[in-house]
């Protein structure tokens, strides 16, 4: 079973910026990747994904400020974000997207991102 540690969260103004990384125990160069978010009093959502080829999709919250990468010859996964604002704050996750199967319990701790106003 493929273990994902994020990491790089923290505390930040608005308009700053952070970059996250998830890292994987085990090849993930076949699966496609998101970041997820969990923001207070909400159910975990998508906010960017990225195929086995490099295409990203966004949420449209995120568009233009966040970029999606991978690595595979390292197995992470990065999300850079900027122009970060309040309603960005929230625990973020990586894992495969969709999520079916055993992935179900590869989700990692999630790396805190506070935006404040």
């Known amino acids: 079973q493929v273990q994902l540690v994020e990491s790089g969260g923290g505390l930040v103004q608005a308009g700053g910026s952070l970059r996250l990384s998830c890292a994987a125990s085990?090849?993930?160069?076949?699966?496609?990747m998101g970041w997820y978010r969990q923001a207070p009093g909400l159910q975990r959502a998508l906010v960017a994904r990225i195929t086995t080829s490099g295409s990203t999709n966004y949420v449209d919250a995120v568009k233009g400020r966040f970029t999606i990468s991978r690595d595979n010859a390292k197995n992470t996964v990065l999300l850079h974000m900027n122009s970060l604002k309040p309603e960005d704050t929230g625990v973020y996750y990586c894992?495969?997207?969709?999520?079916?199967?055993?992935?179900?319990?590869?989700w990692g701790q999630g790396t805190q991102v506070t935006v404040s106003s």
């Open positions: 894992n495969v997207f969709p999520v079916v199967g055993i992935w179900a319990r590869s």
């Open positions: 085990g090849s993930i160069s076949r699966n496609v």
